[in-house]
């Protein structure tokens, strides 16, 4: 089991998410929590492709934080 940082945008009329361990692995959905189904699934396949090429899974590495700053 491993746990990929994925980072989730609202847009205008959309949200989208995507894996910076992924390159290429991203997800749009109408809601927060279908983005979020979205790329659990995107991540499954992406890695799925990765493994039946013969090309190395990229271990995850990158963290997100949220960091407080008055506006």
Same mark, same amino acid.
């Given at each position: 089991?491993? !746990?990929?940082?994925?980072?989730? %945008? #609202? @847009?205008?009329? /959309?949200? @989208?998410?995507? $894996?910076?361990?992924?390159? @290429?692995?991203?997800?749009?959905? %109408? /809601?927060?929590?279908?983005?979020? #189904?979205?790329?659990?699934?995107?991540?499954?396949?992406?890695?799925? /492709?990765?493994? !039946?090429?013969? %090309?190395?899974?990229? !271990?995850?590495? /990158?963290?997100?934080?949220?960091?407080? $700053?008055?506006?």
């Amino acid at each position: 089991m491993s !746990e990929y940082t994925v980072i989730i %945008e #609202q @847009g205008d009329t /959309s949200w @989208g998410a995507w $894996v910076p361990d992924l390159p @290429g692995c991203v997800a749009v959905g %109408e /809601s927060r929590e279908e983005v979020e #189904q979205l790329i659990r699934e995107a991540i499954d396949e992406h890695v799925e /492709s990765l493994r !039946e090429s013969g %090309e190395p899974v990229p !271990e995850p590495a /990158s963290a997100a934080t949220a960091v407080e $700053v008055p506006v």
